[in-house]
């Protein structure tokens, strides 16, 4: 299974945007890349997925690299409410696998 | 809309006990997921199932055993508890996945198993 790579923590300040960044350097043609995240005492919540174009929906964007070896979550409006682990995994259609590999992620912490 | 629903959210087991968490979705959805997190990790799959009567085994699946006879519900049971099974457990579920397409899992709120 292609394996992601996250920075353990980050911070921001509240009202700005946020860069998330994850890299894949071993994804393979047909991996989609998914971002989850995880409010205290909470299970994990979608964001957003794509494969090869940038995505947007109203909770973030998704920016993939021309060679899909790395993406970028990106929170256009930090809130205190956004302050959780997020989670960048890939996963491959179904006819391999059902199953998410979810790593340590990257907790964000959002300064007031 | 309750989504999915985890029951119980707390339980203190001895060494040794059994029990069964439940999970519920209202989703209607095909697939359901059972993953444990522990302390400082990311989710493990322990089993999943991809319809009503299905269950087949995650990364994880030693020590637990599942059952979907309802689409709706998703059992796993712990046969002979043991400490190293302390965990707070996710139910998951989603809409098939046809080709070209991923459908994204909604999860429980999760729940927090201690084994004495």
């Known amino acids: 299974d292609a394996k992601t790579t996250q920075p353990n923590s980050m911070e921001s300040n509240e009202e700005e945007p946020v860069h998330l960044p994850c890299n894949h350097s071993?994804?393979?043609?047909?991996?989609?890349i998914h971002w989850y995240r995880q409010l205290p005492s909470q299970g994990p919540e979608y964001v957003i997925h794509?494969?090869?174009s940038n995505v947007n929906n109203r909770m973030a964007s998704l920016a993939i690299a021309e060679d899909r070896k790395s993406s970028t979550l990106i929170l256009h409006r930090a809130t205190l409410r956004d302050a959780a682990v997020y989670y960048c995994?890939?996963?491959?259609?179904?006819?391999?696998?059902?199953?998410?590999?979810f790593g340590t992620g990257t907790r964000l912490k959002v300064l007031a | 809309n309750a989504g999915v629903t985890q029951t119980p959210k707390f339980r203190v087991l001895k060494t040794g006990q059994s029990m069964t968490l439940l999970c519920a979705q209202d989703?209607?959805?095909?697939?359901m997921y059972w993953y444990r997190q522990d302390p400082g990790m990311g989710l493990r799959l322990i089993h999943y199932?991809?319809?009503?009567?299905?269950?087949a085994k995650g990364e994880v699946p030693d020590g637990y055993n599942v059952s979907r006879l309802k689409k709706q519900n998703f059992l796993l049971g712990l046969e002979s508890a043991a400490p190293s099974q302390t965990s707070v457990y996710f139910c998951?579920?989603?809409?098939?996945?046809?080709?070209?397409?991923?459908?994204?899992?909604?999860f429980g709120d999760g729940t927090r198993l201690s084994i004495l």
């Open positions: 998951a579920s989603s809409y098939r996945s046809g080709p070209g397409s991923n459908q994204p899992q909604h």
């Open positions: 071993t994804i393979s043609g047909t991996d989609y």
């Open positions: 794509g494969l090869t």
């Open positions: 995994i890939l996963r491959a259609p179904p006819s391999g696998t059902y199953k998410y590999i």
């Open positions: 989703m209607n959805h095909e697939y």
């Open positions: 199932s991809v319809g009503e009567g299905t269950t």
